[in-house]
Nanobody
Framework: QVQLVESGGGLVQAGGSLRLSCAAS????????VAWDRQAPGKKRELVAR???????DYADAVKGRFAISKDNAKNTVYLQMNSLKPEDTGVYYC?????????WGQGIQVTVSS
């Protein structure tokens, strides 16, 4: 079992920044990859950013150049730095950890961007 706890969400004005953190109950270096997903009201959950064990990253087109995913294996924590936030970035953000045969998700955290 892996527990993931997100923090750092909240309300921010358009153009502002937030940094989300995801604290894992085991070392992040053991994960094949870690990702941040989000779900906006009335929409499907979508992948926002992902980082692999070897630190390769990929991003949804909507956030490229504005968001950055990183991890600190010593702290068992994954971060999502979100800059130049837009109202369409509003949603519940979920951290997830992935192995070849199993995945785990956190409980999610609300991010609201006001115009």
């Amino acid at each position: 079992q892996v527990q993931l706890v997100e923090s750092g969400g909240g309300l921010v004005q358009a153009g502002g920044s937030l940094r989300l953190s995801c604290a894992a109950s085991r070392t992040t270096i053991s994960f094949d990859s870690v990702a941040w997903d989000r779900q906006a009201p009335g929409k499907k959950r979508e992948l926002v950013a992902r980082i692999t064990r070897s630190n390769s990253t990929d991003y949804a087109d909507a956030v490229k150049g504005r968001f950055a995913i990183s991890k600190d294996n010593a702290k068992n924590t994954v971060y999502l730095q979100m800059n130049s936030l837009k109202p369409e970035d509003t949603g519940v953000y979920y951290c997830s950890a992935h192995f070849s045969s199993r995945s785990y998700w956190g409980q999610g955290i609300q991010v609201t961007v006001s115009s």
